[in-house]
C-alpha cells in the first residue's frame, strides 16, 4: 500500500457515515457509541475530531442512563467529574493546532468559532474548587457536539472514500497539480512588479481564492486562513519545503504528474501570453528577460530543492525536439534550458568556493543568507538572474558526458541555444577546442545556410569529361600508352597535367590518407 493512505479504523465508508447518522440524525446514539468503541479498539489513537466525540457522546449517555432514576448526590458528583473531564479534553484536543502556533485558547476557540464561556468552563473545572452545575455542563457538551458535526463529520463527509489494494488512485496526482498551481501562484506574487506582502493584499480575487483552495487541499487544516492579512506570501513558500511537501512529491509517478501539470496545454510555464507580456518579440533573442525569469523563480527553485528539476530539464529538451508544439513553443523551452542550466553553474561555482574558503557545513546556513554572500562573492553577476537553491548541487548526471551524449548527438535545431551551457557542466572540463567543435557543429545543424561553401554545383558524372575530346576518365584508363602520349603532345600537358580531367584531378600515390580528417582531401590540411 503506498504510504500516502492513511490506516483508519473503520472497515469502509459507509461505516464511517453510519456512525455519523446514528449520531446526529436518527440520534441513535448507543449503537454509534458501541462502533467508536470498536474502531478504538482497533485504533487506539483516534482522529482528534472521532476521540472529542467519543468523550461527550460517553458522558451525555451515562448521563441519560442516570436520569433513568432518582439521582443521588454522590452520582451528581461523579457526573459532574465526568462532563468537566469530557469538556476539558474536547478543548484540548481540538484547539491544540491553534494554541501550537503560539495562539492562547481564548484566541484559538474565537478563530474555531467555540464560545468563550467553554474556555471559561474548562478554566473552572481545572483550577476551581467548585465544579460547575450540571445544567451548565450539559449545555456545553451538547454545544460541543454541534460544533464537531460542523467541524469534523460534515467537513470529512463530502472527501472520505474508499481504497482498494491495487486499485490507481487520483487524489496525490490532483494535490501535484494543485502543489504546482501553488509554486506558480506564489512565484507571481513575488515577483518585483507585484509588491505584495500578503495574502490580502493580492489584487484579483480569483487569484488569491485559488491560493487559499490549493493550499487546502495540499495542507489541509495546517494553514489557518481565517485572516489573510496575518498569512504572508513568505511564510507559504517556506511551507513549500516542508516534509509535508517532501512526502507528497517522494511519491511513485510524482514527477511525471509535475511535469504534466507544469507543461500541459494550459500551464502558465510555456504560455506565450505571458511571455508577450514580459518580453515582448522574442523570437530571434538567445536569452529570456530577468522580468521574465523571475515570474518563475520560486517554482523552479522549488523543483531544485525537491530532486525534480532535471526531470524537468530532460521533458524540457523533449519538447525541443518535437514538431507538435510549434517553432515558437519549442524556442521557448529551449532557452528555459539554456536559463535554468547557467542557474546551475552559478550554484555549482559557488558551492564550490564556499567548501574552500568556510568549515561551516552548507545545510546550516540560511537561504537568504547564501544569497546575500553569492552576491558579496560574485558582484558582477546580474543581481536578478535566477538563482536556485544554494544548498544544492547540480544533478548528477547533467555533469556526466555518458549521459549527455545521447542529447548531443540527437539531431535539434533548438540545441544551439543551449549545447554550451550543457557542456560546461561536465567534469571533467571539456578542452576548450572541443566545446567550440561541437558547439559550431549545432549552429551548422540549426542554420546550414549561414555558413560560407565553395560552390553550390551538384557535380554529376558528366563533369568527368577532360578537355574538348568528349572522352570520360574511365575511357581514358583504356587507351593506350601510344595514343596516350600523342594526346599529351597535343596538349601541351606535363604528367601532372594529364593526371587532371575538368574539375577532377588524380591524386598523387604518395599521399597518407590514414592520417586525413573527415571531410577533408590531403591536399586540403
Not at 473545572?125 to 465544579?131: D, E, G, I, R
Request: hydrophobic content about 40%; some cysteine.
Amino acid at each position: 500500500m503506498s504510504e500516502y493512505f492513511n490506516i483508519v479504523p473503520w472497515f469502509n465508508s459507509k461505516e464511517w457515515l453510519d456512525v455519523y447518522e446514528k449520531i446526529y440524525i436518527s440520534k441513535n446514539r448507543k449503537e454509534a457509541h458501541n462502533l467508536l468503541l470498536i474502531w478504538k479498539a482497533r485504533c487506539p489513537s483516534l482522529p482528534s475530531g472521532i476521540e472529542s466525540t467519543l468523550t461527550l457522546l460517553e458522558v451525555l449517555i451515562q448521563d441519560e442512563n442516570n436520569n433513568s432514576s432518582l439521582p443521588t448526590m454522590r452520582s451528581d458528583h461523579l457526573l459532574r467529574l465526568a462532563y468537566s473531564s469530557a469538556i476539558m479534553r474536547f478543548v484540548n484536543h481540538m484547539l491544540d493546532t491553534e494554541t501550537a502556533k503560539g495562539s492562547s485558547l481564548y484566541q484559538a476557540a474565537r478563530s474555531l468559532g467555540v464560545p468563550d464561556w467553554i474556555i471559561d468552563l474548562r478554566h473552572d473545572t481545572a483550577h476551581s474548587n467548585n465544579l460547575p452545575s450540571i445544567e451548565l455542563l450539559r449545555e456545553a457538551s451538547h454545544i460541543g457536539l454541534d460544533w464537531l458535526e460542523k467541524s469534523y463529520w460534515l467537513k470529512y463527509k463530502e472527501c472520505i472514500a474508499d481504497y482498494k489494494s491495487g486499485q490507481k488512485d487520483t487524489s496525490d496526482n490532483n494535490k501535484i497539480a494543485a502543489f504546482m498551481n501553488f509554486c506558480l501562484s506564489l512565484s507571481f506574487c513575488v515577483h518585483s512588479r507585484c509588491k505584495i506582502k500578503n495574502l490580502a493584499d493580492i489584487p484579483d480575487p480569483c487569484m488569491k481564492e485559488s491560493i487559499v483552495n490549493d493550499a487546502r487541499e495540499i495542507f489541509g487544516d495546517l494553514i489557518d486562513f481565517s485572516n489573510l492579512k496575518t498569512i504572508s506570501i513568505a511564510s507559504l513558500i517556506n511551507i513549500l519545503n516542508n516534509n509535508h511537501s517532501k512526502k507528497l512529491l517522494k511519491g511513485k509517478d510524482a514527477v511525471m504528474h509535475a511535469n504534466k501539470a507544469l507543461l500541459g496545454e494550459d500551464s502558465l510555464f510555456l504560455s506565450l501570453d505571458v511571455l508577450n507580456n514580459f518580453s515582448g518579440d522574442f523570437f530571434h533573442k538567445r536569452k529570456l528577460s530577468s522580468q521574465y525569469v523571475q515570474c518563475f523563480e520560486v517554482l523552479l527553485t522549488c523543483l531544485h530543492t525537491h530532486d525534480i528539476l532535471l526531470d524537468f530539464i530532460l521533458e524540457l529538451i523533449q519538447i525541443t525536439n518535437r514538431a507538435e508544439y510549434g517553432e515558437q513553443k519549442s524556442h521557448l523551452a529551449a532557452l528555459w534550458v539554456s536559463e535554468i542550466l547557467i542557474a546551475l553553474a552559478k550554484s555549482k561555482q559557488f558551492i564550490a568556493r564556499l567548501k574552500k574558503t568556510s568549515s561551516v557545513e552548507i545545510e546550516s546556513k540560511k537561504r537568504n543568507e547564501l544569497r546575500s554572500l553569492y552576491h558579496h562573492w560574485f558582484p558582477n553577476e546580474k543581481t536578478r538572474g535566477l538563482l536556485l537553491d544554494m544548498q544544492k548541487p547540480v544533478p548528477a548526471p547533467l555533469m556526466d558526458i555518458e549521459f549527455l551524449q545521447p542529447i548531443i548527438s540527437t539531431y535539434n535545431p533548438y540545441l544551439k541555444y543551449f549545447i554550451k551551457d550543457l557542456l560546461n557542466l561536465v567534469e571533467p572540463c571539456l578542452p576548450k577546442s572541443v566545446t567550440e567543435n561541437i558547439c559550431q557543429l549545432t549552429e551548422l545543424i540549426a542554420s546550414p545556410d549561414k555558413f560560407p561553401h565553395a560552390s553550390q554545383k551538384i557535380y554529376t558524372v558528366d563533369d568527368l569529361q577532360f578537355g574538348n575530346q568528349g572522352k570520360y576518365f574511365d575511357q581514358q584508363q583504356e587507351t593506350s600508352s601510344e595514343s596516350k602520349e600523342n594526346m599529351d603532345v597535343e596538349f601541351g600537358n606535363t604528367e601532372a597535367k594529364a593526371r587532371s580531367y575538368g574539375v577532377w584531378k588524380l591524386p598523387s600515390e604518395t599521399h597518407s590518407w590514414s592520417s586525413c580528417p573527415i571531410g577533408m582531401l590531403p591536399w586540403q590540411q
